[in-house]
């Protein structure tokens, strides 16, 4: 990756559509899961406001402080460091298995498709959010398991996204990147296919990209540009994202980012109280900024820094707020944002 500490020389690398990953690593959030201790709280029961108003506090988190539960839709049901899938990036030891089966309210199967969110914890660990003049970017590697392991239903099974504001009066939306599979008994398909969906256009529609040819290791990433615009990128394999990764950009939903609060991932299955999600395995999540780098690692440092009185361990590792990605409210005349 391109790691610079000069501000004239990150402006000098910015270049249209920016490439993931350009720029200076914030490693004050991401994750590698390398460290063999990582572990996931999850204070069951989970979160399901979206559906039944019931937050059901307090959340789940990890320990190391990077990540934790949504209050609007809950957790995944499986969060545990594993072994890296082969074909990982070099030298990596640890991933994360995220996946899910009671994805609507604990306990009261639905019969329908839900999601699960899993959240980086940028608020307390860097701010509220990055001004978009910083050009952020957020990379990731996602391993797909062989097409006989997902769960046979047509629909969205995994996404990569990002919680922004945008427009006039910095409204919420999450644009992202989702993994889609057609199954062969759907009555509308003949064979088994995989697509990569981007979400979304000027008018909040879901596009389809390029099809998945081949399970395994995809490195997928956004870059969000000082115009506003949300550039997307992906390719099977775990090597750097390069200009020749270009999948497309949008201003989504009409509305110009302005500001970058968040990135999350989701777990879709159907919430019949018997199948489990796809178990899809994430790896070397990591945002990256053009400029503003000193300026957010030294907000980190602060936050981080060991305090004078020491509170309990579950209060000093769990996140005290929860992104703003978690009020998903229409907005009327608009074109409707999908969460």
Known sequence: MLVTSSAAADIALAAYPLVPGTGREITAVGDDFEDESWEYVPNWPKSSNNIDKRTRNPGGYSTNGRWFEAALRGQPDYVSRVDTPPGGLPGSRGALMLRTLQSGIPGQPSGQDQQDDFIANLRSRIGAYIPISYEPSLVT????????????????????????????????????????????????????????????????????????????????????????????????????????????????????????????????????????????????????????????????????????????????????QRPATQNRTAVQQRPVRQN
Request: charge should be negative; proline fraction near 6%; aromatic fraction near 14%.
């Open 141 to 320: 590697r996602i391993y797909m398991p062989p097409v006989e392991q997902w769960e046979n239903r047509s629909g969205s099974q995994f996404a990569f996204r990002a919680g922004v504001r945008g427009g006039d009066e910095n409204e919420e939306y999450w644009p992202g990147i989702f993994i889609q599979f057609q199954s062969e008994t759907d009555s509308r398909a003949r064979v088994d296919a995989a697509y990569l969906v981007i979400r979304a256009d000027g008018r909040g529609r879901d596009i389809r990209s390029i099809a998945i040819e081949q399970t395994g290791w995809w490195t997928l990433g956004m870059s969000f540009t000082a115009d506003g615009r949300v550039h997307y990128f992906g390719k099977p394999g775990v090597a750097d994202l390069t200009k020749d990764d270009y999948l497309t950009s949008y201003v989504p939903y009409n509305m110009p980012v302005r500001k970058f609060e968040t990135f999350f991932f989701d777990c879709f299955n159907r919430d019949d109280g018997r199948t489990w999600s796809t178990p899809f395995v994430i790896d070397d999540t990591s945002l990256y900024v053009v400029r503003g780098g000193e300026q957010l690692e030294a907000v980190a440092a602060r936050a981080l820094a060991p305090k004078k009185t020491a509170a309990p361990a579950a209060q000093q590792q769990a996140p005290q």
